[in-house]
């Protein structure tokens, strides 16, 4: 089992970046695929990045493709988003999540932990 903690949310302008965190727990960290979710007001929770246990592989939302940046340091146990170019429509709280399997893509019932979320906001 792994517990997840999120940090780095907070307010930015449009444009701006912000660089989200999570830390896990435990010593299998490095056996999880990894990856973030988020979910705005009013809608579903919705798949952002995806990242293999090595790291060699990602996978992102059309969305935020080419702006955001998913990575882990398993020595760390520590993953990352870099997100640039942020835009209002980013506005959401963000997940990390943990999966057992070797590659869950992007449905977030396949993740099996999950942190309590950061708070992203940006105004235009």
């Known amino acids: 089992q792994v517990q997840l903690v999120e940090s780095g949310g907070g307010l930015v302008q449009a444009g701006g970046s912000l660089r989200l965190s999570c830390a896990a727990s435990?010593?299998?960290?490095?056996?999880?695929?990894m990856g973030w979710f988020r979910q705005a007001p009013g809608k579903e929770r919705e798949f952002v990045a995806t990242i293999s246990v090595s790291g060699a592989s990602t996978y992102y939302a059309d969305s935020v493709k080419g702006r955001f940046t998913i990575s882990r340091d398993n020595a760390k146990n520590t993953e990352h988003l870099q997100m640039n170019s942020l835009k209002p429509e980013d506005t959401a709280v963000y997940y990390c999540?943990?999966?057992?399997?070797?590659?869950?893509?992007?449905?977030?019932?396949?993740?099996?932990?999950w942190g309590q979320g950061t708070q992203v906001t940006v105004s235009s």
């Open positions: 999540a943990a999966a057992e399997k070797p590659w869950p893509g992007t449905d977030y019932e396949a993740y099996d932990y």
């Open positions: 435990g010593r299998t960290f490095r056996t999880y695929t």
